[in-house]
């Protein structure tokens, strides 16, 4: 089955810039959605279509996608960016959503 | 504004089987699929099942097949999510939530969580 790779971890001072890894075999010719989950709380969607960010979600955060990372940004990282971030993509050959590992953000 | 309210807790047994509700309101229901999703204490998100809520086909993870049943009422604007032979591994906070064709069926509103938990 489909599997995404993600760091376990990543700490980053505030004000600096956060970048998530999502490896995949050929994840570049996948759709890729990324999801933010602070404790306790349900899953925000706040990257879709590799790039794309849904209503309400801030310009600091950016997606890209190419061949096998994709790859989540957030620029001028905030106290309150803390938080575990997942990747999910379709995995069409299984017909099966997959979600990667997770990678908790740590602000030092 | 869309919300997806679910059931309250559920403590059952190993070998049981639990079904978890999801209230939908302030949209259209039969025209979004409710995937299901689960997070195991500590660890990461988990992909269960989904169905079509307006023509009600189900898809399921192999991981699941057998044992887990997805329904929907759609004069309720509710879906279900059955599990059966129920075991420890199984515990676990089980989300519903919406796929967005407007957002290339990104999941865009979730419920609050549902806590399943077995026990003996």
């Known amino acids: 089955s489909y599997v995404l790779t993600q760091p376990p971890s990543v700490s980053v001072a505030p004000g600096k810039t956060a970048t998530i890894t999502c490896g995949g075999n050929?994840?570049?010719?996948?759709?890729v959605h990324w999801f933010q989950q602070r404790p306790g709380q349900a899953p925000v969607l706040i990257i879709y279509?590799?790039?794309d960010r849904p209503s309400g979600i801030p310009e600091r955060f950016s997606g890209s996608n190419s061949v096998s990372t994709a790859t989540l940004t957030i620029s001028r990282v905030e106290a309150g960016d803390e938080a575990d971030y997942y990747c999910h993509v379709w995995d069409n050959s299984a017909d099966h959503w997959v979600f990667g590992g997770g990678t908790k953000l740590t602000v030092l | 504004q869309v919300q997806l309210v679910q059931s309250g807790a559920e403590v059952t047994k190993p070998g049981a089987s639990v079904k978890v509700s999801c209230k939908a309101s302030?949209?259209?229901?039969?025209?979004?699929?409710v995937h299901w999703v689960r997070q195991a204490p500590g660890q990461g998100l988990e992909w269960v099942g989904w169905i079509n809520a307006g023509n009600g086909q189900t898809k399921s993870s192999q991981k699941f097949q057998g044992r887990v049943t997805i329904t929907r009422d759609t004069d309720a604007s509710t879906a279900y999510m059955e599990l059966s032979s129920l075991r420890s591994e199984d515990t676990a906070v089980y989300y519903c939530?919406?796929?967005?064709?407007?957002?290339?069926?990104?999941?865009?509103?979730w419920g609050q969580g549902t806590l399943v938990t077995v026990s003996s």
């Open positions: 050929n994840i570049g010719s996948k759709s």
């Open positions: 302030g949209y259209s229901f039969s025209h979004y699929g």
């Open positions: 939530t919406r796929e967005s064709p407007a957002l290339n069926y990104g999941f865009d509103y």
């Open positions: 279509y590799d790039s």
